[in-house]
């Protein structure tokens, strides 16, 4: 893991889920699993377009990273399917987290 | 979050494994624009590229529609079943978390409220001995940390138009890109740190000892 590094930029830690478990309190839990693993599938191979190429709102909310001179930004709203991109930044082996 | 190489559990907020063969290890958190107004960001890099829209069993992924829009609305907080007792503030109330860059011993940790920047842009602050800017429009919702020090000397933050502040000596800055105009410090950047938009509730449950800008 030591070329792995991560960026934390993220505004849910966690998501509403189950509403008949409300009544209940984990709070004491160290970990509490809700979903099994990829049910939130990470982007693993991601592709990108140019800026003019990107049918983006202006006003739509991005990520943005910049490392050594190139640049990514990742559309908030895509990512709350995914939560997690495996990239390569400016030769940085990142995830940037949502 | 999990690594597919030996299925260790990660935080997202720290970046800290936390179950499996590789818990303990720390994940280094890097400098972002935790969020930014698609046109702000085209604008300040326009060279920059952009994650491409995936398709899921035929269908395309929507990137100008929010899902979790009635959440946001909500006062609902996190998983249902957790009880938050942080109450310094709101639960649902958004700050920039920040951490000191680390030193040694333990590390520092403070909360800026966002409804502090209605009113302006910027706040010079210092944060275990280390001179912060801490930058956020609420037009583009962007959000930034730099340190103050430039060339080994700290200094204070104006506010000017929009993304831009104006430092004691004279030089103005791009808040956004970090980098100043022209003039005795033209082609300088400041150096930008991680930081986080996050709600109070999950902040304050990672590290119940953050202090709050007031």
Same mark, same amino acid.
């Given at each position: 893991?030591?070329?792995?590094?991560?960026?934390?930029?993220?505004?849910l830690a966690t998501t509403?889920?189950?509403?008949a478990e409300? +009544?209940?309190?984990? +709070?004491n839990?160290?970990?509490?699993t809700l979903?099994?693993?990829?049910?939130?599938?990470?982007i693993t191979?991601?592709?990108?377009?140019?800026?003019?190429?990107?049918?983006l709102?202006a006003?739509?909310?991005?990520?943005g990273v910049?490392?050594?001179?190139? +640049?990514?930004?990742y559309?908030?709203?895509?990512?709350?399917?995914?939560?997690?991109?495996?990239?390569?930044v400016?030769?940085?082996?990142?995830?940037?987290?949502? | 979050?999990?690594?597919h190489?030996t299925?260790?559990l990660?935080?997202?907020?720290?970046?800290?494994?936390?179950?499996?063969?590789?818990?303990?290890?720390?994940?280094?958190?890097? $400098?972002?624009?935790?969020?930014?107004a698609w046109?702000?960001?085209?604008?300040?890099?326009p060279?920059?590229?952009?994650?491409?829209?995936?398709?899921?069993?035929g269908? #395309?992924?929507?990137i100008n529609?929010?899902a979790y829009?009635?959440?946001? $609305?909500?006062? #609902?907080?996190?998983v249902s079943g957790?009880k938050?007792?942080?109450? #310094?503030?709101?639960?649902?109330?958004?700050?920039?978390g920040? &951490?000191?860059?680390?030193k040694? =011993?333990?590390?520092?940790?403070?909360?800026?409220?966002?409804i502090?920047?209605? @009113?302006t842009?910027i706040?010079?602050?210092?944060?275990?001995?280390?001179p912060l800017?801490?930058?956020?429009? @609420?037009?583009?919702? $962007?959000?930034?940390?730099?340190? #103050?020090?430039?060339?080994?000397?700290?200094?204070?933050?104006? &506010? @000017?138009?929009r993304?831009?502040a104006?430092?004691?000596?004279?030089t103005r800055?791009n808040?956004?890109?970090?980098?100043?105009?022209? =003039?005795?410090?033209g =082609?300088?950047?400041l150096e930008r740190l991680p930081?986080i938009?996050?709600?109070?509730?999950?902040w304050?449950?990672?590290?119940?000892?953050?202090?709050?800008?007031?």
């Amino acid at each position: 893991m030591k070329n792995y590094m991560l960026i934390l930029i993220l505004l849910l830690a966690t998501t509403a889920c189950a509403s008949a478990e409300d +009544s209940e309190d984990y +709070s004491n839990d160290e970990i509490r699993t809700l979903l099994p693993f990829d049910a939130i599938p990470a982007i693993t191979d991601p592709q990108f377009v140019s800026a003019g190429a990107a049918k983006l709102d202006a006003d739509a909310p991005v990520i943005g990273v910049t490392f050594n001179g190139e +640049s990514h930004a990742y559309s908030l709203y895509l990512l709350n399917g995914h939560e997690i991109v495996n990239d390569v930044v400016g030769g940085m082996n990142i995830a940037t987290t949502w | 979050m999990y690594d597919h190489q030996t299925r260790s559990l990660w935080s997202h907020i720290t970046g800290e494994a936390i179950q499996g063969p590789l818990t303990g290890k720390q994940l280094k958190p890097l $400098a972002s624009m935790p969020q930014i107004a698609w046109k702000t960001w085209q604008l300040n890099y326009p060279e920059t590229e952009v994650l491409s829209v995936p398709t899921r069993g035929g269908m #395309r992924e929507s990137i100008n529609q929010d899902a979790y829009a009635d959440y946001h $609305a909500s006062q #609902r907080a996190g998983v249902s079943g957790m009880k938050y007792t942080d109450n #310094r503030l709101p639960n649902k109330s958004l700050v920039i978390g920040v &951490q000191a860059p680390a030193k040694g =011993g333990n590390t520092q940790f403070r909360a800026y409220p966002l409804i502090l920047f209605t @009113k302006t842009a910027i706040i010079n602050d210092t944060l275990d001995g280390v001179p912060l800017l801490i930058f956020h429009d @609420k037009r583009s919702f $962007a959000t930034a940390v730099f340190t #103050r020090n430039v060339a080994g000397k700290v200094r204070t933050f104006s &506010q @000017k138009d929009r993304h831009f502040a104006e430092d004691d000596t004279g030089t103005r800055w791009n808040l956004i890109t970090g980098e100043a105009g022209s =003039g005795k410090d033209g =082609g300088a950047r400041l150096e930008r740190l991680p930081a986080i938009n996050i709600y109070w509730f999950a902040w304050a449950r990672y590290h119940p000892e953050t202090s709050i800008y007031r």
